[in-house]
């Protein structure tokens, strides 16, 4: 699953983000065995060094949401993937805008 949570240069969470946020809590709560492995991304814009950072802000945002939720941290993890993977064209705004997400991959716990 991979939703855009993030503002460019930002790792502030959306308040548009948070339904996303508390579906991804209440799966993690109903599924005790399940584990989430979170991962950042950012556009293009900025330098590699800076979006690597930026990405892993991110991903730490939403692990903290998570945890701060009830969700203990040893269920989780995170990573910041920088600019390395996009999924939309970054020459365009909208593709920028959906390369700024956070990717929740499900792991076995």
Known sequence: MAKRIFESGSAAILPASVPELK????TLKNNVNMGMEIRGHTDDVGTEKYNLALSEARAK?????LV?????????????M?????????NTPEGRKQN??????????
């Open 61 to 65: 945002a939403v692990y903290d949401y």
């Open 100 to 109: 700024r997400r956070t990717e929740f991959k499900v792991i076995a716990n």
């Open 23 to 26: 579906k991804a809590l209440l």
């Open 82 to 90: 920088g600019e390395t993977q996009p999924i939309a064209d970054n």
């Open 68 to 80: 701060s939720g009830g969700i203990e941290p040893s269920r989780l993890s995170y990573t910041g």
